[in-house]
């Protein structure tokens, strides 16, 4: 079993809709939860940020996570064709981000 | 803008040839880099964590003396895939953090690596 489990897609929605992505893990000592966006040939862009449980809101973007299950989320509101990529959900233990554990990431195409 | 900056973004090379990649830190010193790679629709794997002024630390399955890390400076580090092969061939990217500002890590944009 993998530490962190992504579903890889593709995820196709029309433009406007709600997306949700979402990883579950095995390791409990990850406190740090970071969404990453990257593009086709680029390296990935840091979107969200969290620490431990609950919710942060970044314009368009939510990130959750729910330690007590070991699931978090990342939620794009009103998704446009830019939106399209591949997030990746990265964990670590300690703060700062240092060794992140990757989940294969989830391809995402927004439709007009 | 960019906080961390790779070069080449592409690199073709023959097989038994050397190919060096840099990774510079923008507008901030970082002691700690960290080298990752990344095959077609696969996560990203840690590789190795560059320190400045010592020696690298390698992950498990790394080979060190295939992959040799430098990090001179607080400022760059390099990645030197030595007597590379087609299995070498694949998508490096670095990273490194701005202890200054508490984020976790920034990445570059990855140099694509085919050896033929």
């Known amino acids: 079993q993998k530490e962190v489990e992504q579903d890889p897609g593709p995820l196709s929605v029309p433009e406007g809709a709600i997306v949700s992505l979402n990883c579950t893990y095995s390791?409990?000592?990850?406190?740090?939860f970071m969404w990453y966006r990257q593009y086709s040939r680029k390296g990935p862009e840091l979107l969200m940020y969290?620490?431990?449980?609950g919710n942060k809101e970044d314009g368009r973007f939510t990130a959750q996570v729910d330690k007590s299950s070991k699931y978090i989320s990342l939620f794009i509101r009103d998704s446009q064709p830019s939106d399209s990529a591949t997030y990746l959900c990265?964990?670590?233990?300690?703060?700062?981000?240092?060794?992140?554990?990757f989940g294969t990431g989830t391809q995402l195409k927004v439709e007009l | 803008g960019a906080v961390v900056s790779q070069h080449p973004s592409w690199v073709i090379c023959k097989s038994g040839t050397s190919v060096k990649i840099e990774c510079r830190s923008l507008?901030?010193?970082?002691?700690?880099m960290f080298w990752y790679r990344q095959f077609p629709k696969q996560s990203l794997m840690l590789m190795a964590t560059s320190n400045e002024g010592s020696k690298a630390t390698y992950e498990q399955g790394v080979e060190k003396d295939k992959f040799l890390i430098n990090h001179a400076s607080l400022t760059l580090s390099t990645l030197t895939v030595t007597s590379a092969h087609p299995e070498d061939s694949s998508f490096y990217i670095c990273s490194a953090r701005d202890p200054g500002s508490g984020s976790p890590l920034h990445f570059g944009n990855g140099t694509r690596l085919t050896v033929t």
């Open positions: 990265a964990m670590s233990e300690t703060g700062g981000g240092n060794k992140l554990t």
């Open positions: 507008d901030f010193q970082a002691t700690t």
């Open positions: 390791n409990s000592a990850f406190q740090y």
């Open positions: 969290t620490y431990s449980s």
